[in-house]
């Protein structure tokens, strides 16, 4: 059975960072991209960052590049998604997913993140 767990969100002033974790089990972390969508209050969920073995990390949003970045821990079944100088527009639940854009596609159950103007 696939486990997403997510940890790392919070409340942050504008300009702060956070670190978010997800730790996967019950499939072969190489052989999926893996990373993270976040979904606004109101709005649909968007893809912000996806990283794999083949082909690196990739961001989704031009909103984020330069501020956010994804890494990998393939000992640890782990995937990061380090944010500096959040934004009150990044405020969002953040979620943890495999497979990102694929039919296999799971979820985590998501970690909220708060940026405080």
């Known amino acids: 059975e696939v486990q997403l767990v997510e940890s790392g969100g919070g409340l942050v002033q504008a300009g702060g960072s956070l670190r978010l974790s997800c730790a996967a089990s019950?499939?072969?972390?190489?052989?999926?991209?893996i990373g993270w969508f976040r979904q606004a209050p109101g709005k649909e969920r968007e893809g912000v960052s996806c990283?794999?073995?083949?082909?690196?990390?990739?961001y989704f949003l031009d909103s984020v590049k330069g501020r956010f970045t994804i890494s990998s821990d393939n000992a640890k079944n782990t995937v990061y998604l380090q944010m500096n100088n959040l934004k009150p527009e990044d405020t969002a639940v953040y979620y943890c997913?495999?497979?990102?854009?694929?039919?296999?596609?799971?979820w985590g159950q998501g970690t909220e993140v708060t940026v405080s103007s």
């Open positions: 997913v495999v497979d990102c854009f694929g039919p296999e596609r799971r």
């Open positions: 019950g499939f072969t972390f190489d052989d999926y991209a």
């Open positions: 990283v794999s073995s083949s082909e690196g990390p990739t």
